[in-house]
């Protein structure tokens, strides 16, 4: 597992230094308008609820744009990645935009050791995250970690159906594996999500899937009780090249041909028991 972090790890330092030069991100807007939110904090808005005052943690937290939104709500945030670059940009990110957010550099399944224990009100994890992870088992215990008794998880996740699912073939057809498997998805891809400047040049990455019973399942063993599930027919990316149609007004991507068949994406909130 070592050696598939450093080659993600490899991977998503250099998408960070793309990401944070993207206009997709949105730098520019978030700086320049106090009231700007990233399209996935958009998304997630009317489910968060008000989160005014609490102690959150955003775990896999990239190049901050979801922090700093979280944090333009009312949270007191923490964020953790395992990049360097990432967090960098995150920083730059939170100075210019006044946000008073702590950053740290860990690897997600180390965040209870560095950030400590029962500390937190609320766990978030944005979307795009578990698929990076090898165990969901694991990830949940440390969620469980991390929260206060009574205190929330907040994840939308990207759907296991889709990641199932060979984007490269016409139609779309589940290829890979909907459970979680023990050797990692390998990819070669030198394009990433947003648009950039260049192609990557650490292009391998690897993967895994993981299925919503799986999920649930995990989280139920380390004393979570789920309080909302949801599962949505779009994605904030165009995660199927010439098969999806962006909405704009939600920022929001989904299939072309008939969206309800696919489920594309997942929000789950769930909370520890006391």
Known sequence: MTDSFAVNKANWDERAVLHAASPDYSFAALAADPAHLSGVVRFDRPRLGDIAGLRAVHLQCHIGTDTVS????????????????????????????????????????????????????????????????????????????????????????????????????????????????????????????????????????????????????ALLDNGLALTGFTEHDSVPWNAIPGQMTQDEAADEWRMTDTPSRVAASYTLQAVKGG
């Open 70 to 217: 979280l944090s333009r709500l009312g949270a007191s945030m923490t964020g953790l990645d395992f990049s360097g670059p990432a967090l960098t940009a995150a920083r730059r990110l939170a100075s210019a935009t006044g946000a008073d957010i702590d950053f740290h550099k860990a690897n997600v399944y180390d965040a209870v050791e560095v950030l400590g224990a029962g500390r937190f009100d609320l766990v978030y994890t944005g979307i795009g995250a578990l698929c990076w992870l090898p165990s969901v088992a694991r990830w949940a215990s440390v969620v469980a970690g991390l929260l206060r008794p009574g205190g929330r998880l907040f994840i939308r996740e990207g759907h296991p159906m889709l990641w199932a699912l060979d984007e490269t073939a016409d139609p779309a057809w589940p290829r890979y594996s909907y459970f979680e498997h023990a050797e990692p998805l390998v990819s070669d891809e030198p394009e990433t999500y947003v648009a950039v400047d260049r192609p990557l040049e650490n292009s391998i990455s690897h993967s895994w899937n993981h299925s919503l019973g799986e999920t649930i399942t």
